[in-house]
T-cell receptor
Framework: DGGITQSPKYLFRKEGQNVTLSCEQN?????MYWYRQDPGQGLRLIYY???????QKGDIAEGYSVSREKKESFPLTVTSAQKNPTAFYLC????????????????FGPGTRLTVL | QQPVQSPQAVILREGEDAVINCSSS?????VHWYRQKHGEAPVFLMI?????EQKGHDKISASFNEKKQQSSLYLTASQLSYSGTYFC??????????FGEGTQLTVNP
């Protein structure tokens, strides 16, 4: 079955430690996205990637880093520079839109809930 | 800039109708609607494209006023399963979405 997987579902880390969240998709999608969601809030874009070995900062990229070495994988590292990393992190993917038509739907993974102690 | 959603919350009885609005200060290429249940991933409902094309759910309807930079989601004859938080995501440029803060919908028996 095609889909997006994120692991782990729950993650606990000590303050000051870097942590990497996994995101894998087998939908053959070109575009991948990372969002952060805080309680009662909307989704805020951290980073996105349209193609392998290329990615762009979103609205809240400070304190985060990503890589896109394979089409299927888009891991997110939460660094110690991120001041308040406790949040729900969602990864999404979509097919790349045809020029002038508009974006296609995004498929979301189940999310990783990160708690920094 | 983040789109503004209204209302922030709405409570319905099963069978009642609701309208959720999404307003942007920028010109829009498309508007996307998603529903999220507590602790779960958002699920796609609908895309409204500049020019009038729609893609998505056949039991939920929506409108897109390009001139006013607004979209509305219409939920008719609501069911218990409609409960959740509804988000609009707007595409203004750069092939990325900016999401609103959400509208919490509760449908009671």
């Amino acid at each position: 079955d095609g889909g997006i997987t994120q692991s782990p579902k729950y993650l606990f880390r000590k303050e000051g430690q870097n942590v990497t969240l996994s995101c894998e998709q087998n939908l053959n999608h070109d575009a991948m996205y990372w969002y952060r969601q805080d309680p009662g809030q909307g989704l805020r874009l951290i980073y996105y990637s349209q193609i392998v070995n290329d990615f762009q900062k979103g609205d809240i990229a400070e304190g985060y880093s990503v890589s896109r070495e394979k089409k299927e994988s888009f891991p997110l590292t939460v660094t110690s520079a991120q001041k308040n990393p406790t949040a729900f992190y969602l990864c999404a993917s979509s097919t790349w839109p045809l020029q002038g038509v508009g974006m296609n739907e995004q498929f979301f993974g189940p999310g990783t809930r990160l708690t920094v102690l | 800039q983040q789109p503004v959603q209204s209302p922030q919350a709405v409570i319905l009885r099963e069978g009642e109708d609701a309208v959720i609005n999404c307003s942007s200060s920028k010109a829009l290429y498309s508007v996307h609607w998603y529903r999220q249940k507590h602790g779960e991933a958002p699920v796609f409902l609908m895309i409204l494209l500049k020019g009038g094309e729609q893609k998505g759910h056949d039991k939920i309807s929506a409108s897109f006023n390009e001139k006013k930079q607004q979209s509305s989601l219409y939920l008719t004859a609501s069911q218990l399963s409609y409960s959740g938080t509804y988000f609009c995501g707007t595409e203004t440029s750069g092939s990325r979405l900016t999401f609103g803060e959400g509208t919490q919908l509760t449908v009671n028996p």
